[in-house]
């Protein structure tokens, strides 16, 4: 079994996201809020830019994500201008990265 770390902005924006404030409502509320929250999750372990990819989805939608909010605040951890081969973004691309290198 291989451990893979998340990296600084993983942590970061998951320490941002995981808080009493946006998951009060997931528990006492819908199962729908929930299910966004775990595929929000998902997106950030994998790798933190398809938050941009959510993000920019949504763009000008009334019917933005259950996270917006949440997506938003965790934009502010990526670069500038993120590129969606910098593995250094995630732990899990990055060593799926080194694997095929080497």
């Known amino acids: 079994?291989?451990?893979?770390?998340?990296?600084?902005?993983?942590?970061?924006?998951?320490?941002?996201?995981?808080?009493?404030?946006?998951?009060?409502?997931?528990?006492?509320?819908?199962?729908?809020?929930?299910?966004?929250?775990?595929g929000l999750l998902q997106k950030i372990c994998n790798s933190p830019i398809l938050l941009k990819a959510t993000a920019d989805k949504n763009k000008g939608k009334e019917n933005q994500d259950a996270n917006a909010s949440a997506i938003s605040d965790?934009?502010?951890y990526l670069p500038a201008r993120p590129q969606v081969e910098d593995v250094s973004l995630s732990g899990l691309a990055f060593v799926l990265f080194d694997r095929i290198a080497h």
């Open 1 to 38: 079994m291989v451990f893979i770390t998340p990296t600084r902005v993983q942590t970061k924006i998951l320490t941002r996201i995981l808080t009493k404030d946006n998951l009060d409502p997931l528990i006492k509320n819908s199962m729908a809020g929930s299910l966004a929250m775990m």
């Open 74 to 76: 965790a934009l502010t």
